[in-house]
């Protein structure tokens, strides 16, 4: 698919080179590979200039470079244009979003007269889903060059001020969805203000959002995602067999189940596919990744698989009430669209708590965060930082921390991090030189007059008081549950956890009148509706329990379908 004339922009250097291959981001084809693509596609010559997809545009073709280089640009047309790739003969362009149906994050522009073969994105999914090798190697690449992206800060551009909460949201909900993206803060950054300038806005009408040359002034989650191409909600739900609330582990591993086992499967979820495990830099208790597997990588996987067998996603979709309806289910969305199906698992998971102190929510706009993955560590790279919690998930954020923050404080209640934290982990915090522990410490105030500069901690043994220098906050300090929009269909426990199996009562029963139908495992007080993973009562809160559960509620939605 190729477009337009040059933009006369002389973007591309006489002497090209090419980018090396890190890691696997760019490895070159085979030339059986390449032969196995020609018969899919078509070649064609390119001439110098020639862009072969815009940043923003969709549905772009796969093209394989065989003659002459192809430079990748971030910003094209733009004052802040920059070429973040060169690729010659035998490599292969594009990234994530060709697979996810997202918008492009760069401009591919031929450096110099060559050839390439462009190959339609739905015969290389056919390839993909036929060579197993042939789809490791792409889709490890695509990967590789989502978090080269990140990294970069290409893509997307937000620009705010640091205090503004709005701009907090829109950075959070590009960070969940691992959108590529550049944080201009009209505080600090001389650029920020160059570019509102550029684009006739003023600091009083920011957060803004440069998506692909439009410009998006405070946009809703729903508007950023309608604008990159996230599937949003109004996609025809009708006649589903299976609405999965929530795309942690569990709600992927339920929605990748239901669909493969031919269920018409909606997966909702009210910010970013990933849930918590999307937010951990590594999880390394998972079965079969020896060296760990980051939370984002797994989620991206696991969404690619659940598409791989036709199942849906509406992502921002936040379930608001559920209603019953005969034998159906009908989902209320934030919105104001509904979803209805016969099975519902609810997979909403669990939030992080929040610290009783005061001036919590004044800070949580700029300096606090309940998530310590790579987009957090850009924000606070060269800081002091001090991170509260005892568990594996405070345990894991020290040790990924340390390797972006100046110094880390690690803030624990307990009087020794063995009371909450796998010894693995123990050993690794251990060992970092940046890292200090405080034990029986509890957090008491936040200091700082427009944003973090330290917090006064307390110890809860001797009361004695000191300061912990930290310009951000991370806090771990256990879970909530995410079943405010239940509406009091299913029963809870009190804590607010969903009820399963033998646990859970009917309203009927409660009222010492059973109605008489078998309950499996994994099923609420209502049939035909489950519930897995962090939400249920009683749940082990780990990613493999959540995507064991995921998959053993499809085989008794099965069960339960064939029962009525
Ligand atoms: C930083 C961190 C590190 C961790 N590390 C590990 C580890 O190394 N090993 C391990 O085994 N476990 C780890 N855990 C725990 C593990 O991530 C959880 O047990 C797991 O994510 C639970 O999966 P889940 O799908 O049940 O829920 P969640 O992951 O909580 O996902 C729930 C999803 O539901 C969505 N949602 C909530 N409400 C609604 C609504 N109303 N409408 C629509 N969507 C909604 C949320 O946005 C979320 O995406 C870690 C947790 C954290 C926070």
Redesign the pocket.
């Known amino acids: 698919m190729s477009e337009g004339p040059p933009s006369g922009r002389a973007v591309i250097p006489d002497r090209v080179e090419e980018t090396p291959d890190l890691q696997g981001a760019h490895p070159r084809l085979s030339e059986a590979q390449i032969a196995a693509l020609a018969a899919l596609g078509h070649r064609r010559a390119t001439r110098p200039g020639e862009i072969l997809f815009r940043q923003g545009q969709r549905d772009c073709d796969f093209f394989v470079v065989l003659a002459g280089n192809v430079a990748v640009v971030d910003g094209h047309g733009t004052p802040e244009e920059r070429v973040i790739g060169v690729h010659g003969r035998g490599r292969f362009l594009g990234e994530l979003s060709l697979l996810t149906g997202e918008a492009s994050f760069y401009t591919a522009v031929a450096a110099d007269a060559g050839e390439v073969l462009a190959v339609p994105v739905d015969r290389l999914r056919e390839l993909i889903a036929g060579d197993p090798a042939f789809g490791d190697l792409v889709l490890r690449a695509y990967l590789l060059r989502r978090s080269i992206l990140i990294g970069l800060g290409a893509g997307l551009r937000i620009v705010g001020s640091r205090y503004s909460p709005d701009a907090r949201r829109l950075r959070e909900f590009a960070a969940?969805n691992r959108l590529p993206c550049r944080w201009l803060d009209l505080e600090a950054d001389p650029a920020a203000e160059a570019l509102l300038r550029q684009a006739g806005v003023t600091p009083d009408e920011t957060p803004i959002v440069i998506a692909y040359g439009r410009l998006l002034r405070n946009p809703s989650n729903a508007e950023l995602a309608g604008a990159v191409g996230l599937p949003a909600p109004g996609t025809p739900h009708a006649d589903s067999d299976l609405v999965v609330?929530?795309?942690?582990?569990?709600?992927?591993?339920a929605g990748v189940y239901g669909a493969s086992e031919g269920m018409r499967t909606v997966i909702?979820?009210?910010?970013?596919?990933?849930?918590?495990?999307?937010?951990?830099?590594?999880?390394?208790?998972?079965l079969g990744f020896p060296s760990?597997i980051s939370?984002a990588e797994l989620a991206e996987r696991a969404v690619l698989q659940a598409r791989k067998f036709g199942a849906t996603f509406a992502v921002?979709?936040?379930?608001?009430a559920i209603t019953r309806d005969g034998r159906n289910y009908t989902i209320g969305?934030?919105d104001g669209t509904s979803v209805t199906a016969g099975s519902v698992v609810i997979?909403?998971?669990?939030?992080?708590r929040r610290l009783d102190v005061p001036r919590l929510e004044f800070f949580e706009q700029m300096s606090v965060y309940?998530?310590?993955s790579q987009a957090e560590a850009l924000l606070c790279r060269g800081d002091p930082v001090a991170i509260v919690g005892g568990g594996?998930?405070?345990g894991?954020?020290t040790v990924f921390l340390s390797g972006h923050a100046a110094r880390v404080t690690l803030i624990v209640r307990e009087p020794d991090l063995s009371d909450g934290m796998s010894r693995y982990l123990i050993d690794q915090v251990e060992r970092l030189g940046n890292v200090r522990v405080l034990l029986r410490t509890e957090v008491r105030e936040l200091l700082g007059d427009q944003a973090l500069e330290a917090v006064a901690v307390e110890n809860n043994r001797t009361a004695a008081r000191s300061i912990v220098e930290a310009r951000a906050l991370f806090t771990?300090i256990g879970?909530a549950p995410?079943t405010?929009?239940l509406s009091g269909l299913v029963d809870l426990d009190d804590h607010g956890f969903v009820r399963t199996g033998e646990t859970a009562r009917t309203a009927d029963a409660a009222d010492g009148r059973d109605t008489g139908w078998q309950r499996t495992v994994l099923e609420t007080s209502q049939p035909g509706i489950f519930a897995?993973?962090?939400?249920?009562s009683g749940?082990?809160?780990?990613?493999?329990?959540?995507v064991g559960?995921?998959a053993i509620a499809i085989r008794l939605a099965f069960e339960r379908a064939r029962a009525t």
């Open positions: 969940r609330v929530g795309a942690g582990p569990a709600g992927l591993s909702l979820d009210s910010t970013a596919a990933g849930g918590q495990a999307g937010t951990s830099s590594r999880i390394e208790n998972y760990g939370g921002p979709a936040q379930a608001t969305l934030g997979a909403t998971g669990a939030s992080y309940y998530a310590a594996n998930s405070a894991q954020a771990f879970a995410c405010g929009w897995v993973g962090d939400v249920r749940s082990a809160k780990r990613v493999a329990a959540a559960e995921g």
